[in-house]
């Protein structure tokens, strides 16, 4: 009776080993998801400025080796000269001040299912009451696996 359930259970335990190794084993993702601004129609690029009370559309090549999940964009002050851009060149910055009333634009986009390669166009109003200053413009980009680009850039609205 003993080797009976030994038997048993040494048979649980060939299958479950056995039914773990598998030709068809999925790649594990590990690359990060790429933002490319370098196209001549790609928009806003480093130091770029905007005007108050016009619109202007984002543009981006969206890539990963794999599947794109979303992106989002972040546009805020930059009154105080923080800094968290992505960037090697500095922009011309005007002098610190305190924020009355600073753009703040955060909006996430999903990107269509399945696509490893995705062309963003966002249109995007700039408000006519606003500060007028230096201001970052985050690009943050996700894959499907949860790997994340982001770049930030510096940019002026007059």
Known sequence: MKLIKYAGALCLICATVLSGCSKDEKTV??????????????????????????????KA?????????????????????HSHSTEV????MDPVKAPVNPM????????PDGRNSFEADVEIAVPS????????FMILLTDAEGW???KGLSIKIK
């Open 61 to 81: 090549l969206l890539k990963d080796n794999a599947k794109l999940g979303s992106f989002s964009l972040d546009i805020h002050h930059n009154f105080d000269h």
């Open 104 to 111: 703040l634009y955060i909006r996430s986009f999903p990107i």
């Open 89 to 92: 060149n500095s922009c011309n």
């Open 29 to 58: 993702d590990t690359e990060y998801p790429v933002i490319d601004l370098s196209a001549a129609s790609s928009f806003p690029k480093q130091c770029s400025e905007l005007k108050r009370g016009e619109t202007f559309n984002f």
């Open 148 to 150: 994340q680009t982001i």
């Open 129 to 136: 009451d606003i500060d007028p200053g230096d201001y970052h």
